[in-house]
């Protein structure tokens, strides 16, 4: 096997995450404004928001991705299958805001919102332009395009983070100064968090009118039996991906409703939203990598080392994500100061979601099995138990342990869903993953973590400085047992 998938899955994974990474930074560099502007009850208002979209934006694309990878690869019909789900996720989203638009007075009561129906509005068609564009982007990761992948992203975060800028920063300080000026003319101090979502629908829009002219060279063909196909392929997505979803954001809904009368729900799902930021680099590690992974693994398929090389994937996927858990441990005390001290209340779930999500990752590198082979019901399945974890250990853990125990339902979710993804890949299309490697470094990552949770600091100086020399140690034992010293440093110190 030569080391050129790999090469190339990596690289592509760099571009891919560098728009997520510099992306996301940005983007969440706006969360210590919304930490210190916002008190923990209001930003519990973006936090649970933010969880309903999730669960529309796989309700709205309808697992069409992966059916757009799925059967773009038929050169003949690859123009076909483009123009028949755009022109599908066109209707449907259009049809979603105009019911939304129809109900929103029953919706707005039923979640609570009835003093500002118009937040359920902005997110309805933050939801629907996103739905719609995610396909043209699907096709650009399809063509390697990932540079342009990554500049319409980036565009699009500039311009969200520009907004916020302007209507929480600037326009609240001109005001101060200068009442009368022309800037305040579209700004309205009543709105307050409201711009949040304001922000993200201008830069949604934005984006959607940089597509604008991909759109006019289509040649647009609906084929009304490809359609039915690629959504009977798709389906099982569509549930593994809802219920996955729950697993993923249903814990910041529950809340809501689970936490005992005596307590502020929405100032502890601030603070649980704000505390599960900070697992933002695992969270982006994940991310970076699917993006990558799937045209990817379609791609080396057919391939005789297909599985050697799915097998090498995942260790070093493995490798990076423990990385990433000591990087943000061993560092907590620097790292937490990413959010308003009013929130660190919450500072003991990072390492849990930290490693949930790693778990996450792993599952999605092996979720290729059932890709495939059709066998996508599988998935489906999977992260149906997966929910059903996730509701009945929210439910039970939430009166008791408020976000400590859906911190905790979260991992137990994603462990169980990793294992039954295993075991039954190792039956369907068996893979020989390096188990007693991954344990190894799994067992040494987290003696490493213990140490230095163990071992009382001193002073600042002398607690960075042991959790360096520790983070190194963990980087030296790598090189060693992957036998890098030999293969890429000896041969240049000769």
Not at 282 to 289: E, I, K, N, P, W
Request: hydrophobic content about 55%.
């Amino acid at each position: 096997m030569t080391a050129n998938p790999i090469k190339r899955l990596a690289g592509q994974t760099a571009v891919y995450g560098l728009s997520s990474i510099i992306g996301r930074l940005l983007n969440y560099l706006l969360v210590p404004i919304y930490t210190r502007l916002f008190i923990p009850e209001v930003y519990g208002v973006v936090t649970e928001l933010y969880a309903y979209v999730s669960f529309l934006l796989i309700l709205l694309t309808y697992g069409t991705e992966t059916g757009y990878f799925r059967f773009a690869q038929d050169k003949e019909r690859f123009a076909t299958t483009y123009s028949t789900l755009l022109s599908s996720l066109a209707v449907s989203s259009l049809a979603f805001i105009g019911l939304i638009s129809i109900f929103i007075h029953p919706i707005a009561s039923a979640m609570q919102y009835t003093a500002h129906p118009e937040y359920i509005i902005w997110m309805a068609v933050i939801v629907a332009i996103d739905a719609f564009i995610s396909i043209p982007f699907a096709r650009l990761r399809l063509e390697g395009k990932a540079m342009k992948f990554a500049s319409l992203k980036l565009i699009n975060i500039a311009i969200n983070i520009a907004m916020n800028l302007y209507f929480l920063l600037l326009c609240p300080y001109i005001a101060s100064k200068n009442p009368e000026s022309v800037f305040l003319i579209i700004w309205s101090p009543g709105i307050g968090v409201g711009y949040v979502f304001i922000s993200n629908l201008i830069a949604n829009i934005a984006t959607l009118l940089m597509f604008i002219p991909s759109f006019i060279k289509v040649k647009y063909r609906f084929d009304g039996q490809l359609l039915k196909q690629l959504l009977l392929y798709s389906f099982p997505l569509l549930i593994a991906g809802f219920a996955g979803m729950i697993n993923e954001t249903l814990d910041r809904i529950l809340l809501k409703y689970c936490l005992p009368d005596q307590v502020n729900a929405m100032e502890q799902i601030g603070i649980y939203g704000a505390n599960y930021k900070l697992a933002i680099l695992m969270t982006l590690f994940v991310q970076m990598f699917r993006y990558a992974a799937d045209p990817f693994f379609f791609a080396e398929a057919k391939k005789s080392d297909a599985k050697a090389t799915y097998a090498l994937v995942m260790k070093y996927f493995v490798i990076g994500g423990l990385f990433l858990f000591l990087g943000v441990m061993l560092y907590l005390d620097f790292v937490k100061y990413f959010i308003d001290p009013e929130y660190h209340s919450g500072l003991m779930v990072v390492p849990v979601l930290l490693m949930a999500n790693l778990f996450l990752g792993m599952y999605y590198n092996m979720s290729i099995w059932y890709k495939l082979n059709d066998k996508t019901i599988y998935g489906a399945y999977i992260a149906i138990i997966g929910a059903f974890i996730t509701i009945a250990l929210n439910v039970a853990l939430i009166p008791f342990f408020g976000f400590i125990g859906s911190a905790w339902a979260t991992f137990i979710c994603y462990l169980t869903m990793f294992i039954i993804s295993y075991l039954l890949g190792q039956k369907h299309y068996p893979v020989k993953y390096p188990v007693k490697a991954i344990l190894l470094y799994f067992v040494v990552a987290l003696v490493i973590y213990f140490i230095s949770i163990v071992i009382p600091p001193t002073t600042v100086f002398l607690h960075y400085a042991f959790n360096t020399v520790l983070f190194v140690a963990f980087g030296i034992f790598v090189v060693i047992r992957e036998g890098l010293y030999k293969k890429y440093i000896l041969p240049k110190l000769r």
